[in-house]
């Protein structure tokens, strides 16, 4: 009976190749570089970020880049275990906790909720993304509720090697507007 999901396998398959990744700070700096070039990103007042852990392609040079050029930056926390999160302003590193899962996320004494995010940029974590501008998330569905309740441009962060033809996909998954890699940025 049962067995393991397509997606269930395809998560474990896409994290051991992105763990085994050579060279990924040099990746990331790519990456980095792409990112800030975007017109998105140089218009945004708001930058809604994930704040990267393990071998995710790394955000906390962006979001110390986006604090320094006065941006508003905030970052998720998680509300359950059951795909809720909302976003809190963040002015420095220092008002970060570890939080769910082993990522670090606002202090909610120390952070304000933020308000109305229309308009605002938003980095989304994947495992994976394909050619269509669609993720492989990490199974809870934190990211794909949030996006279809809220109005952001949305941006994908992915190392060129987890860049695949097509990934499986659900009536929930949301398609990201942009998808920045080391070799540089696809649009949608």
């Known amino acids: 009976m049962g067995g393991v999901s397509p997606k269930a396998a395809l998560r474990r398959e896409f994290l ?11 990746l990331d700096q790519a990456i980095r570089e792409a990112a800030v070039l975007l017109e998105a990103y140089r218009q945004a007042d708001q930058v809604l970020f994930y704040l990267s852990g393990g071998s995710e392609p790394d955000t906390w040079a962006l979001l110390d880049l986006a604090l320094r050029e006065g941006k508003k930056a905030f970052a998720p926390r998680c509300l359950d275990g059951e795909g809720s999160m909302a976003f809190y302003r963040v002015a420095s590193q220092e008002e970060l906790v570890p939080g769910r899962f082993g990522l670090w996320e606002p ?12 308009g605002a940029l938003c980095l989304v974590p994947g495992l994976a993304f394909d050619r269509e501008g669609f993720r492989l998330g990490y199974g809870k569905g934190y990211y794909d509720r949030f996006l279809a309740g809220h109005s952001v441009r949305t ?27 080391e070799g540089g940025v696809r649009l949608f």
């Open 155 to 181: 941006v994908g962060l992915c190392y060129g090697d987890l860049l695949v033809p097509r990934l499986p996909r659900g009536p929930y998954d949301r398609q990201v507007s942009c998808l920045v890699t």
């Open 16 to 26: 051991a190749r992105r763990n085994a990744l050579p060279h990924r700070e040099q």
């Open 107 to 118: 202090d909610p004494a120390r952070c304000p909720l933020a308000g109305d995010v229309t």
